[in-house]
């Protein structure tokens, strides 16, 4: 192990991750790294990220008191220490003991209550929304294709419009549909978190609020994405499938219960700045479904 250069405290630890700890092996290794965050991998795809300030709380995360210039030096595959409230990786060392624990899971139950008003906000969300993302996020998915020159994107959006339309067709109970739908999401797109995964993100955090069951419909879902894609994809979506989200969602749903339309449109743009297209193509899942079953 490399001399110790850099020692960090972690401001708060997701409880989610803090639960997990106790059943973590003593080394791990570093999946990825990131500008601002560093993926470390236990066993086989349990997975914890340390993020810098500016990235916040998130169902995997340990946010760091500072942004360490140590990530620099990090390398994939290097060991990672696990010990007594510590993680030692190369020459960075981070502090657990004493972190915040912040719930990734919304109050549902109560979000579910007045899911009515939530969802009739939607409309309104979903035009501002496609005012500020370029087209080739998946919230494309809501244009008329007629109108929409033909594209590398389109062709992809072309075939996350046929799986998101099976997706929907399995949400009154049909699981073969739910299945059909969410395999063919699945690894669509290129990245760590590809654009079908993170629609299918979306569409578990919707029903969660508006799902009659929402528990078997998420875990339907995450069976049939869960070997089609990618280990941090994965995690992320069996995150959601039980209802964790970031912090940025928590604010997004606080907004649509009775947020002002200034407040709305922060936390909107909070959602729609993670990753290139990640919080763009994950709120076109929950709108997808959420505009659906207000219809329906």
Known sequence: MSEIHVRIRACSISRSVRDALPKMPAVGRVLSIFRRACVIQYGHDMLVALVAPELGNGPL???????????????PG???????????????????EGAETWEPRPDWKRLRACSETLLGRLEQLLVWACSQTPGDTLLALFQDPSS???????VLHARARRAAEVMWAGWS??????????????????????????????AMLC????????????????????????????TFLRSAAVGEC?????????????????????????????????????????????LRHLES
């Not at 990672?80 to 060392?93: A, I, Y």
């Not at 739910?178 to 993100?201: K, M």
């Open 78 to 96: 290097m060991p990672v220490q696990l010990q007594g409230g510590r993680l030692q990786l190369g020459g960075l060392k981070v502090s657990l």
């Open 246 to 290: 970031s912090a940025p969602w928590h604010c997004l749903l606080k907004a649509l219960e009775g947020g002002s339309t200034e407040q709305l449109e922060v936390a909107t743009r909070e959602v729609l700045s993670y990753g290139h297209s990640s919080g763009a193509d994950a709120l076109a899942g929950f709108l997808w479904m959420g």
């Open 148 to 154: 929409v020159e033909p594209s590398g994107a389109s």
């Open 207 to 234: 029903a969660w609020l508006a799902h009659p069951a929402p528990r078997r419909y998420c875990e339907t879902a995450l069976e049939a994405c869960a070997p089609r894609t990618t280990t941090l994809s994965r």
């Open 173 to 202: 109970g049909d699981e073969a549909q739910l299945r059909a739908g969410s395999a063919q999401l699945a690894g669509l797109g290129s990245g760590l978190t590809p654009a079908g995964d993170d629609f299918v993100l979306g």
């Open 61 to 75: 995360n340990v946010v760091l008191a500072r942004s360490p210039s140590a990530w620099l030096d990090l390398q």
